[in-house]
């Protein structure tokens, strides 16, 4: 498990390591995917270290939701809000999960198959 000190997206928050920046709120930040998955593929993250979905917790309640708002921000601000978008977030090896910073996916921009591969 990485410590916070070298952990990429904590240091993306930190301005340490370049990103697209799309979309910030007081405890998000929203950049594109270094791989797009999609014509629109935007990792929203919370500012502090949080390891991943099974971490949160009920202290984390309005983390969530502001997590969710940013999501939404980004999917109007990338027109993919009412054709629908796809928010995911990957807990674990058999998820695929590589990056041990809480991050949500927003994809969409494409018909995105179901249940996905
Ligand atoms: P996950 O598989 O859910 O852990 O997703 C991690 C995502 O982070 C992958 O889609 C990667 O392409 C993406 N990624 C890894 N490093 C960076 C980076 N420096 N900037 C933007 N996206 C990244
Ligand atoms: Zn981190």
């Given at each position: 498990?990485?410590?916070?000190?070298?952990?990429?997206?904590?240091?993306?928050?930190?301005?340490?390591?370049?990103?697209?920046?799309v979309?910030r709120?007081?405890?998000?930040?929203?950049?594109?995917?270094?791989?797009?998955?999609?014509?629109?593929?935007?990792?929203?993250?919370?500012?502090?270290?949080?390891?991943?979905?099974a971490?949160?917790?009920?202290?984390?309640?309005?983390?969530l939701?502001?997590?969710?708002?940013?999501?939404r921000?980004?999917?109007?601000?990338?027109?993919?809000?009412?054709?629908?978008?796809?928010?995911?977030l990957?807990?674990?090896?058999?998820?695929?999960?590589?990056?041990?910073?809480?991050?949500?996916?927003?994809?969409?921009?494409?018909?995105?198959?179901?249940?996905?591969?």
């Open positions: 498990m990485a410590e916070v000190g070298d952990c990429i997206f904590c240091r993306i928050v930190a301005g340490e390591l370049p990103a697209e920046v979309a709120s007081p405890h998000t930040l929203a950049f594109r995917d270094l791989d797009p998955q999609a014509p629109t593929h935007v990792l929203v993250v919370p500012t502090e270290h949080v390891a991943d979905a971490a949160l917790g009920p202290e984390h309640a309005a983390l939701a502001e997590l969710a708002v940013t999501a921000e980004v999917a109007e601000a990338e027109g993919v809000r009412d054709r629908g978008y796809r928010l995911v990957n807990v674990g090896d058999d998820a695929g999960n590589t990056v041990p910073h809480l991050h949500l996916h927003v994809l969409g921009g494409r018909r995105l198959e179901w249940p996905p591969g």
